[in-house]
């Protein structure tokens, strides 16, 4: 079974689990992945103040993920 990710993960944590994650964070509109606080963000944290659905993301995440 793959690994999934939830909206409380780290972005950091997510990140080191799979780096390809990153481009699927920026096309979404989190441009700032590689910043400090970023990486101490959950990804429900950082899709606040983003503006974003955590819940497409997380599935577009785990979509990644199961198919690689």
């Known amino acids: 079974m793959a690994v999934q ?3 409380d993960m780290v972005i950091g944590e997510i990140l080191m689990m799979d780096r390809a994650i990153a481009p699927i964070l920026m096309q979404a509109g989190m441009h700032c992945v590689g910043c400090p606080s970023a990486a101490a963000e959950t990804l429900e944290e950082a899709s606040l103040v983003h503006g974003m659905d955590v819940e497409k993301l997380v599935a577009d995440i ?5 198919n690689k």
Not at 62 to 66: P, V
Request: charged share 10%; no cysteine; proline share 0%.
């Open 5 to 7: 990710v939830t909206k």
């Open 62 to 66: 785990n979509a990644y993920l199961a």
